[in-house]
């Protein structure tokens, strides 16, 4: 009789799913986020795959991971090293050896460890484990590729389409290891097979298979149990960041009566958004993909120019294509949303890996005096605010807005609730019926408050008018060389700028009121700089966070923050861009810099490291 399986409860775990690119890993990992999102846990997953289409079989330049972290309370990350890791070959174990706890679970496919796959992972023994120096892991060594092919002999399939179902035998074990009911995953693979009811009925039954293999070997390794979490009531679904992007611009465009237009061209890791509202045309959307990053703009600024809420996405290298036109939007003060999703740089970098390079190009990576909006996105399901906020700011002063996110949030999700958009700020453009000015009316004068100009979209009558690239008089809006009249403008459109700053919210700190060391970070790197905070408060330190959504212009009492602290470091994945942009914008500020620019998130354990040195020294 089979001894009675040993159930470990847990708050939280991590689980590594690792293959070849075609092994399905990317799929594996988000069906089972997805049902543990059913479940009611706290997800971060983080898809890391390689830029190449298709590496060499069994090659380490060709692993591609999912990463997930699940737990009964908020997780912020996926995680720094994994508890359970899915190895379908010896390269996934060879390049994710680093990211193992010590007493971890390790399933593999003994059919994809023979001699061959061993020495295209460049390994010199035939004991994998043993070269690796992994003497303490639970090994679940199963021949899947085998069981697959044989458990699938009745749907007819050739060999080759039936191995491709591996990853689902790999689930159905995760699933028994983590005592997940299949119901859900089976759900969402008819969905996914709809057309293809046979290779969906094929999947459904190597997943099960998977799972009854794991109630078969009950003593060898320990299940884990995560409690579901207390969540506030509501509907909630699994997000990753450029599907908040695209949902936020379509809640903005809904909010101010606007039709939405993106115009734009696909380029990795932008290219999901192009997609996402491309297929939302039941929502009035219009998304469309033209033939260059250039022509992708320019047709958002025409869409703008004519009364829409027009935005376009990109990358790092796109953006910088996209330079001239941004600087077309800026003098003729018309509203745009340019979504920065970043990448490894410069040029073609890493186009599939992460950093925070692009923030010195948003905010000044223009031709003369060319001031815009910057906002920057922290989580994946912070992309929706981000872009709600981004669209608001546009629209309501008449200018460029950059949004910066970044591949890792972009990729990555969380457990999202449905947000009610009567909780959020109204949205209410500039018309130009609002003029109540000096007659008769031109297009470049203003509201005295805010300084913007009015928005007069064409076909309103008795307001025709010419805008474009030229700077334009003051007064009368008509092209003008006046060096005096330039000037006044230049000062005009940074003013505008500025004054945005009393329309956003102010920042925020989290952490200990009396914080010895405050950390500074924007964008994407949120969740790991939250949880070193967490951990450095349970070890009895005091910390603090602030965290900048913000950042042209930077809220009202940023300096009065940030020089509220004794000491103070500036955390970003670059080599220091947003530390050396504050040391401009408030005099004598001289914080500590913890930079790191590898295309990968940073590690925790490594930020609590370096930022108790600080605290110490």
Known sequence: MAEQTKVTTVDKVVIRFSGDSGDGMQLTGTIFSNLSAIFGNEISTFPDFPAEIRAPQGSLSGVSGYQVHLGSRKVFTPGDKADVLVAMNPAALKVNVKFLKPDSIVIIDTD???????????????????????????????PISSMVKEGLKEFGLDNKSAVRSKNMFALGLVCWLFERPLDGAMHMLENKFAKKPTIAQANIKALVDGYNYGNNIHARVSTY???????????????NGNKATSYGLIAAAEKAGLKLFLGSYPITPATDILQELSARKELGVKGLQFEDEIAGICTSIGASFAGALAAT?????????????????????????????????????????????????????????????????????????????????????????????????????????????????EIKPPYVDQYDGERPWKPYRRNQENLVRYWAVPGTPDHAHRIGGLEK??????????????????????????????YIPE????????????????????????????????????VALAHFKFISPLPKNTEEVLKKYKKVVVTEQNKGQFANYLRSKISGFNPYKFNRVKGQPFVVSRLVEEFTKILEA
């Open 225 to 239: 149990r995560i409690e579901a979490m207390q969540c506030e009531p509501g509907f909630y679904t699994d997000i």
């Open 112 to 142: 994809s460890f023979q001699k061959n796959d061993l020495d295209k992972a460049l390994f010199t023994t035939d004991d994998p484990f043993a070269e690796l120096g992994l003497g303490t892991v639970q090994v679940v060594a199963a």
């Open 473 to 502: 008089d003051y007064d009368n809006s008509a092209i003008s060389t006046d060096p005096i009249n330039h000037q006044k403008m230049v000062e005009t459109r940074q003013a505008k700028i500025d004054k945005i700053a009393d």
């Open 313 to 425: 996405s990109t990358s790092g290298p796109g953006l910088a294509l996209k330079s001239e036109a941004i600087g077309l939007a800026v003098i003729a003060e018309i509203p745009l949303v340019v979504v920065d999703v970043q990448r490894g740089g410069p040029s073609t970098g890493l186009p599939t890996k992460s950093e925070q390079t692009d923030l010195m190009q948003a905010l000044y990576g223009r031709n003369g005096e060319s001031p815009v909006v910057v906002i920057a996105a922290s989580t994946p399901t912070d992309c929706f605010d981000a872009a709600y906020w981004s669209a608001k700011l546009a629209v309501e002063h008449m200018t460029p807005v950059i949004l910066l996110t970044d591949s890792y949030i972009a990729n990555g999700s969380s457990a999202w609730r449905l947000p009610d958009l009567e909780n959020y700020p």
């Open 507 to 542: 920042l925020e700190v989290i952490g200990d009121a009396d914080a010895e060391l405050l950390i500074v970070g924007w964008g994407g790197t949120y969740g790991h700089l939250y949880e070193a905070m967490e951990t450095m408060q349970e070890q009895g330190k005091k």
